[in-house]
């Protein structure tokens, strides 16, 4: 089989690529580097069955060469993250919608078998349902939800209208190594792990009693594989660890120090995927415990010695405007 990832050097992108070279795909990784990294690549990069290409999905001339003779895509690339969606919408909108469109189009010109596309379980937005199944309401809170849901839309769009094998994944807070270490404030365990190093008080939510369904990227990328492996069509699927953990859990199985930082307007108080339907249409289940997870990325935590080390004042000035544009309607 040949491959193609976008987003392929990014967190979960850069996982997807290490297992399809170990089933003995080729691989061409197509990422502009904006938010993916060279050093996602290493533990592959010179593997004989890999070919990277420096592109952006948004300016796709060029780019049909690298899809020519493709089996699968999976569409990974986009921009994640709450603020800088809430200050630059456009950016998303031209990224994760514009984007998947373009990329939809290069899968199709060159007649893949197998489009596979990351979807955000954030389009549930704040469910009313526990366990959530896909057929949930669609809530969008901000931007990125929003621009991930309409690249949702695309792909069932063009699966019905143009016949293009494709599933979407719409994935459950993933963490693992490799999960971004630099930039805008973001995902809880590269914040914890970061104060964690530093001798910082983790920065609680809330009184921490939220939970979150944690699933591990290697799982998440068994899952891409499952999908592209299966004979459905048009589907959409959850990908959850079939449990959710309080933040308090997290906290302790890390150990340290706490400050409690305000609740964030929009933000669920639980977030649980219903995982029925991937587990009975891809025979697809997740194999890393909470525990072994949370303990992985302690065993990597040198990765994030460089990472910004948030402290309560500082993520207040960082989530200013999620506050002033969220919290207007609370
Ligand atoms: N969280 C926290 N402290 C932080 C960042 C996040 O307690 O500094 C909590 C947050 O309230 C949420 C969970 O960690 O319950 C996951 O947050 P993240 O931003 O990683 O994902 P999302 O909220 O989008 O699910």
Redesign the pocket.
Known sequence: MKAVVTGGAGFIGSHLCELLLQQGCSVTAVDNFETGRESNLAPFRDHARFSLVNHDICEPDGLAVSFRDADWVFHLAGLAD?VPSIEKPDRYFACNVRGTLNVLQLARDAGVKRFVYAASS?CYGIPDIFPTPETAEIRPQYPYALTKRMGEELVMHWARVYQLPALSLRLF?VYGPRSRTTGAY???FG?FLAQKLNGKPY????D?E?T?DFTFVTDVARAFIAAAESERVERIYNVGSGNHYS?NRLVSLLEGPVSYIPK?PG?PDC?FADTRRIRSELAWAPAVSFEDGVAQMLAAIQNWAGAPV?DAEG?KAATASWFRHLGAKS
């Open positions: 709450i954030s807070n973001g995902a809880v914040v920065t609680v939510v809330g921490g939220q979150r933040i964030r933000e977030t948030w993520i």
